[in-house]
C-alpha cells in the first residue's frame, strides 16, 4: 500500500515556475514509477511525466517536453516536478501516481490505467 500526498500548487502568471512534490508512505516506494498527471474539469485525465525507479529513465507527455522536469528521491520517498515557463494551458488538478508494474517505453506511462495508486491532487492555475 502506498499513499500519495501532493503539494506545491498555486496560482502563477504565464512565464513563472513552479515545483510540485509528492510524499509517499507506505512500503517498497522505490518499486515503484511515479508519475505526474494533469486534468481540467470536463476533460479526461492527461499524463505529464514518470520516472522509473531502476534506471530512473524519465518520460514526458508533449505539453511537458522541454519545459517541465521530473526527478524523484527514494531516500525522501518524494517525487518532484519542476514547472518551467508555464502557460495558461498548464492550469489543471495535477495528480501524482504510483505504478507496480513498469516498462521500458514510454506509452506505457501515457495510460492512467497502469497506475495502482494516486494522490488527491494539487490545483495549478495559470494566469494569463
Known amino acids: 500500500q502506498v499513499q500519495l500526498v501532493e503539494s506545491g500548487g498555486g496560482l502563477v502568471q504565464t512565464g513563472d515556475s513552479l515545483r510540485l512534490s509528492c510524499a509517499a508512505s507506505?512500503?517498497?516506494?522505490?518499486?515503484?514509477?511515479m508519475g505526474w498527471f494533469r486534468q481540467v474539469t470536463g476533460k479526461e485525465r492527461e499524463f505529464v511525466a514518470a520516472?522509473?525507479?531502476?534506471?530512473?529513465?524519465?518520460y514526458y507527455g508533449p505539453s511537458a517536453k522541454g519545459r517541465f522536469t521530473i526527478s524523484r528521491d527514494n531516500a525522501e520517498n518524494t517525487v518532484d516536478l519542476e514547472m518551467n515557463s508555464v502557460k495558461p494551458e498548464d492550469t489543471g488538478v495535477y495528480y501524482c501516481?504510483?505504478?507496480?508494474?513498469?516498462?521500458?517505453?514510454?506509452?506505457?506511462?501515457?495510460?492512467?490505467?497502469?497506475?495502482?495508486?494516486w494522490g488527491q491532487g494539487t490545483q495549478v492555475t495559470v494566469s494569463s
Open positions: 520516472v522509473t525507479w531502476r534506471r530512473r529513465a524519465t
Open positions: 501516481a504510483a505504478a507496480l508494474h513498469t516498462a521500458d517505453y514510454s506509452g506505457y506511462y501515457y495510460n492512467s490505467d497502469v497506475y495502482d495508486y
Open positions: 507506505g512500503r517498497s516506494f522505490s518499486s515503484y514509477a
